[in-house]
């Protein structure tokens, strides 16, 4: 479960409209406003926090606005606004650029100075010094964490949300009933309840500075406010616990423990408390026991993570280790092709050698010829196979130009007896490559499925040029001249075609052209399939 989407606003909505009610239960009338306008000014002050998230700034200034209008209504939801407006500064600083985050400042200060001015009362320095830092803070805050979400290993925001949701839960249910009760205002106590709770959203990711936040909050409720040091006190034992858990250093344990001792000691211990070992002891164990609990989790993640780490090596290994096998195997398969085909190719080359030089000139001594040069080249395309499939990785290299391909394959049938029209137009240069020698050796087969299949003196006509799609192959052959004595073929050259031109997106087709011949007709686009 991740917390997006409209559950988490309607819980920030919620939680807005509560934290006013929490602050106005004991409000009566004002001069302006009958106690009954409690609840719509809760609702007013709290639902925007509902599109927080999504328009940070202008629930910001329209906080700014409703803080001045309270205020000026000597509302009690002024305390709520003030709180309120501090939060929605801080996910304006998180989430929107720093042009419009310096508007929301501007005026969340001068809503702050209309809130701390009295009528009659001078506005002192302390006052002007609350007004800017009171909004700069969380604007601070909230670039921190921007800057620093980058470095963030776990995106399940699942607990920091559980955590900043238990951590307000116990600072305003067990101190709101208190915050009036110190010299400082209302809103001041309240918002270090609100943020003390939240810190604990971030406290996994940034665990050293709420630790560090939680002991300043401590030592300041320890002054001012003594109702509430049960909680703070609770508060840093949940800080220090996370502490543990993400920080593995055995040396920043031992510090972190003497330090929730000493800030234990401070908070419980009074000018009358007296002290003996067994309070000693108990105090002790108190921050040692979350510092345990942390220290299991972490270890629990680490271990966790280990093992995560070491299945995906493992499964690394085990492809690594069945590629390794299939290209073994792979090479085996190429030598043994390599071996038979070689030993029966190179017979065939040295036999038509040594007849070419026993042979007058003429046809039968051009045909031994031809067919010495194609045994070479037949036993180097065979040696360059080899190597490709010994390393995949290696680029096979053209050893022709295709449009030169095109016109020997044409010349090489028309010397075994086909009578071959070659139309290559020049603009087929332009295409892509691939295309090209996709183009040329659909030429080559077909062609010699034509002499396979209707023997020398057939009429035949190839047509390659460019398409709206990209290049047009066309083989169309006429009618065998003469019963044909089919040369042995395996059958698979149409396939090998149709695989071909499949790969790169296009099309093919093939069958008889109505006139008793055969047509061949493949249509390659520039740009293969995705």
Not at 69 to 92: I, Y
Not at 182 to 193: D, F, H, I
Not at 376 to 403: C, K, T
């Amino acid at each position: 479960m991740r917390w997006r989407g409209l559950p988490l606003d309607v819980l920030l909505a919620a939680s807005g409209v509560g934290l006013d009610l929490l602050t106005t239960a004991h409000a009566g009338d004002t001069e302006y406003l009958p106690a009954e306008m409690n609840i719509p000014m809760a609702l007013l002050v709290g639902l925007p926090m509902g599109f927080v998230r999504r328009w940070p700034v202008p629930v910001t200034l329209y906080l700014a606005g409703f803080l001045i209008l309270t205020d000026q209504l000597g509302s009690f939801t002024a305390n709520t606004a003030q709180m309120l407006v501090c939060v929605a500064l801080g996910a304006a600083a998180y989430r929107s650029g720093w042009r419009a985050v310096a508007v929301a400042v501007a005026a969340t200060i001068a809503a702050t100075a209309v809130n701390l001015a009295d009528p009659g009362i001078a506005f002192t320095t302390n006052s002007w010094m609350y007004s800017v830092f009171l909004p700069v803070l969380p604007v601070l805050l909230g670039a921190y964490l921007r800057s620093s979400a980058g470095r963030l290993e776990e995106r399940d925001v699942t607990p920091d949300a559980l955590l900043a949701a238990g951590g307000v839960a116990i600072t305003v249910l067990s101190t709101w009933t208190s915050w009036d009760s110190g010299s400082q205002p209302v809103w001041m106590v309240g918002l270090l309840a609100v943020v003390g709770g939240l810190s604990l959203g971030v406290a996994r990711r940034l665990p050293g500075l709420v630790f560090l936040a939680q002991g300043v909050l401590l030592v300041v409720t320890d002054t001012y406010l003594n109702d509430a040091v049960t909680t703070c006190v609770i508060l840093t034992l949940i800080a220090i616990g996370v502490f543990a858990m993400r920080v593995s250093s055995w040396a920043w344990m031992v510090v972190a423990y003497f330090a929730g001792c000493m800030l234990t000691a401070i908070a419980i211990v009074g000018p009358a408390t007296e002290i003996t070992g067994l309070r000693v002891g108990t105090l002790m164990t108190l921050v040692a026991t979350p510092i345990a609990i942390g220290r299991y989790l972490g270890m629990r993640r680490a271990a966790a993570a280990a093992e995560r780490l070491r299945a995906e090596e493992s499964a690394r290994a085990a492809v690594a280790q069945v590629r390794a096998d299939q290209l073994a195997e792979r090479e085996r398969i190429a030598r043994d092709v390599h071996d038979i085909v070689a030993h029966h190719v190179g017979a065939m080359v040295l036999r038509a050698s040594a007849a070419r030089f026993t042979a007058p000139d003429g046809p039968v001594a051009d045909a031994l010829t031809d067919i010495r040069e194609t045994g070479h080249q037949v036993l180097q395309d065979l040696r360059d196979l080899l190597d490709l499939l010994r390393d995949p990785e290696r680029q096979p290299h053209l050893l022709a130009n295709p449009s030169d391909v095109v016109r020997e394959s044409a010349e090489r049938m028309a010397a075994a007896g086909l009578v071959v029209d070659l139309e290559l137009d020049p603009a087929t240069d332009q295409a892509p490559l691939i295309a090209r020698a996709s183009a040329a050796r659909i030429v080559q087969e077909g062609l010699t499925n034509v002499l396979k299949h209707a023997g020398p003196g057939t009429r035949v006509r190839v047509t390659v040029a460019p398409s709206e799609q990209g290049l047009s192959v066309q083989i169309r052959n006429g009618r065998p001249p003469s019963a044909v004595e089919r040369l042995p073929s395996s059958g698979r050259g149409l396939a090998g075609m149709r695989e071909r031109v499949r790969t790169l997106g296009g099309t093919l087709s093939a069958g008889p052209d109505g006139e008793g011949g055969w047509l061949l007709a493949a249509s390659l686009p520039s740009r293969s399939a995705a």
